[in-house]
Each structure stands twice: as structure tokens, then as C-alpha cells.
């Protein structure tokens, strides 16, 4: 079974402040994704990375694909109160599979 | 903007009972999965449905599960004799080249 590792699973700040959450894992991934959810909703796709060193940007949003396809990390600049969610990331390892596996996720609060 | 509608919102059913979840995909999203999210547990996937049959399901996808396209738009999952620990949320998703989430239906069995 592969598994897939956020970090931190809570993180609390002020608004203004950057913050960077972490996803990795022992194998490599085909791709990966991260989404957001709300609660009681269902996941909202963010990005999906797929080449190894990939760097994308959202708005305030950077999501960064290791060079090994085996780690990701999403980073928010100047961070706001409607940020605030659940950061999920999902990962695939088998290009045929068509599946995820998600984290656990990591519950962003941020204050005002 | 498409979405991926899923009914009902809500459903509270008996321990032992069948459910039907359903789920109307973006019409033209070739793979549609299952997944389901215990109360405070990761996202977990289930199954994996392509070309009107499965092509892939998770250990939590036992006998007392099965999926459908019957008409070629509605997905179903059913749940055939329902225990306690099947209350979760359930999200059907589909895609093309990115995957879109529904709302998810709340099932509780009591």
C-alpha cells in the first residue's frame, strides 16, 4: 500500500503571514494533486503537477514538484482569512490506475 | 460551469438496509470513481469505473458494493445490506484530463 504523508496536519496563523505545507511519499508519483475542501463539501481541485521540478502559481498560491516526483509542497503567500480550509494532497502511481490516494490533510486556520 | 451532481444530500438508513447513491457526471468525462470519507478520516477511494466496466476497486469495495451506469448519464454505488461503519460521506468524481469532485452524499446508518 502506498502511502502519502502531509505536513502539518493543523496549522494556525495571522493573517498576512506565508505559510508552506508538505506532501511526500516512498514512491513516485505518475501525478499529483492538491485540493481543497470544505467542510460538508467535496474536494476542489487546486493544481495537478506532473513533471518532476514543476513550479505552478495560483494567485497567492505556489505548488512545487520535487525533482524526484516524490514530494510536493503547496505555499501561500500573505495569507488570508478565506483561506482557510482543508489542504488535501492526492497522489498517483500508476498512470493506467486512474485512482488517488489522498492525505490526511492539513486544517489551515488563519486568524485575522 | 459543469458540475458533478450527486443525490440525495442526505440519506439516514437501517442497519442491513440497500442504499442507492447517485451521481450525474459531466458529460463528457470518460473515468468516474467513488470515494468516501469517514467522519475525520482522509478521502478514500473505493472504485474506479471506465468504459461501462470496473477497472479498478480498493479492499473496501467488498461484495456488498457494486457500481452502474445504467442509462449512460447516472453512476450509482449501491450498498446492499449496510452496517454501521459504512456511515461516511460518499463523493462520486469524474474526469477528462482533471478530476471534479461532487458535493458528496451524507450517509448515516443507525
Known amino acids: 500500500t502506498q502511502l502519502l504523508e502531509q505536513s502539518p496536519q493543523f496549522l494556525s496563523i495571522q493573517e498576512g503571514e506565508n505559510l508552506t505545507v508538505y506532501c511526500n511519499s516512498s514512491?513516485?508519483?505518475?501525478?499529483l494533486q492538491w485540493y481543497r475542501q470544505e467542510p460538508g463539501e467535496g474536494p476542489v481541485l487546486l493544481v495537478t503537477?506532473?513533471?518532476?521540478?514543476e513550479v505552478k502559481k495560483l494567485k497567492r498560491l505556489t505548488f512545487q514538484f520535487g525533482d524526484a516526483r516524490k514530494d510536493s509542497s503547496l505555499h501561500i503567500t500573505a495569507a488570508q482569512t478565506g483561506d482557510t480550509g482543508l489542504y488535501l494532497c492526492?497522489?498517483?502511481?500508476?498512470?493506467?490506475?486512474?485512482?488517488?490516494?489522498f492525505g490526511d490533510g492539513t486544517t489551515l486556520t488563519v486568524k485575522p | 460551469e459543469p458540475e458533478v451532481t450527486q443525490t440525495p444530500s442526505h440519506q439516514v438508513t437501517q442497519m442491513g438496509q440497500e442504499v442507492i447513491l447517485r451521481c450525474v457526471p459531466i458529460?463528457?468525462?470518460?473515468?468516474f470513481y467513488w470515494y468516501r470519507q469517514i467522519l475525520g478520516q482522509k478521502v478514500e477511494f473505493l472504485v474506479s469505473?471506465?468504459?461501462?466496466?470496473?477497472?479498478?476497486k480498493s479492499e473496501i469495495f467488498d461484495d456488498q458494493f457494486s457500481v452502474e451506469r445504467p442509462d449512460g448519464s447516472n453512476f450509482t454505488l449501491k450498498i446492499r445490506s449496510t452496517k454501521l461503519e459504512d456511515s461516511a460521506m460518499y463523493f462520486c468524481?469524474?474526469?477528462?484530463?482533471?478530476?471534479?469532485f461532487g458535493q458528496g452524499t451524507r450517509l448515516t446508518v443507525v
Open positions: 469505473f471506465y468504459n461501462n466496466e470496473i477497472s479498478e
Open positions: 468524481a469524474g474526469e477528462d484530463t482533471e478530476a471534479f
Open positions: 514512491s513516485v508519483f505518475s501525478s
Open positions: 458529460s463528457n468525462h470518460l473515468y
Open positions: 503537477v506532473v513533471t518532476g521540478g
Open positions: 492526492a497522489g498517483d502511481w500508476d498512470t493506467n490506475a486512474g485512482k488517488s490516494t
